[in-house]
């Protein structure tokens, strides 16, 4: 084996681990099903949802990086999930990752939930909303201080609100 492929197979096995569990931690146990849980079939949500957001939301597909305009969005206000409106982050938790995905480095408490899916083979912390399920995006362990979280959520999951100035 070269020293390559050993560092490699070290990564794959304990390194990725390490790093994403954190996150995994910080999301602590599972939270008890909330008094205002939306649950609809699924026909109830391709009709709720344009077909993008479906895909996203409730297939857990990722929108094309740069293509949500709330990437740029700096005006204060909130920002809700698109599919039951529960206010998920606010404009002051929100940074420029240089991603293409809005990036927050914190969420509003209780809002979300978290899971960890292996899509790309490493572990990853897939975050949902607390209260109608809907996919949203995934936690990183290299947002800005004070967390060090990076919520990378998927624009076309979310809806703005600015603060009336
Ligand atoms: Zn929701």
Same mark, same amino acid.
């Given at each position: 084996?070269?020293?390559?492929?050993?560092?490699l197979?070290?990564?794959?096995?304990?390194?990725?681990?390490?790093?994403?569990? /954190?996150a995994?931690r910080a #999301?602590?146990p599972? $939270?008890?099903p909330?008094a205002?849980?939306? %649950? @609809?079939?699924d026909?109830?949500?391709?009709?709720?949802?344009?077909?993008?957001?479906y895909?996203?939301?409730?297939r857990?597909?990722t929108e094309?990086?740069?293509?949500?305009?709330?990437?740029g969005?700096?005006?204060?206000?909130t920002y809700k999930?698109?599919?039951?409106?529960?206010?998920l982050f606010?404009s002051?938790m929100?940074f420029?990752?240089g991603?293409?995905? /809005?990036s927050?480095?914190? #969420?509003?408490?209780g $809002?979300?939930?978290?899971t960890?899916?292996? %899509? @790309?083979?490493?572990?990853?912390t897939e975050?949902h909303c607390?209260?109608?399920?809907?996919?949203h995006?995934?936690?990183?362990?290299?947002?800005?201080?004070?967390?060090?979280?990076?919520y990378?959520?998927?624009?076309?999951c979310?809806?703005?609100d600015?603060?009336?100035?």
């Amino acid at each position: 084996m070269t020293q390559r492929r050993q560092w490699l197979s070290r990564i794959a096995l304990g390194g990725l681990a390490a790093w994403v569990s /954190p996150a995994a931690r910080a #999301a602590g146990p599972a $939270a008890a099903p909330r008094a205002d849980a939306l %649950k @609809l079939t699924d026909e109830e949500w391709r009709k709720r949802l344009t077909p993008e957001q479906y895909r996203v939301l409730r297939r857990e597909g990722t929108e094309a990086p740069f293509s949500s305009a709330l990437n740029g969005e700096k005006r204060r206000g909130t920002y809700k999930c698109v599919a039951c409106d529960l206010p998920l982050f606010t404009s002051t938790m929100k940074f420029d990752s240089g991603t293409g995905w /809005p990036s927050f480095f914190e #969420a509003l408490p209780g $809002a979300l939930g978290f899971t960890t899916d292996y %899509k @790309l083979i490493f572990p990853r912390t897939e975050y949902h909303c607390a209260r109608c399920g809907g996919h949203h995006g995934h936690v990183f362990d290299d947002g800005p201080r004070p967390t060090g979280k990076r919520y990378c959520n998927n624009g076309v999951c979310l809806k703005f609100d600015a603060e009336a100035a």
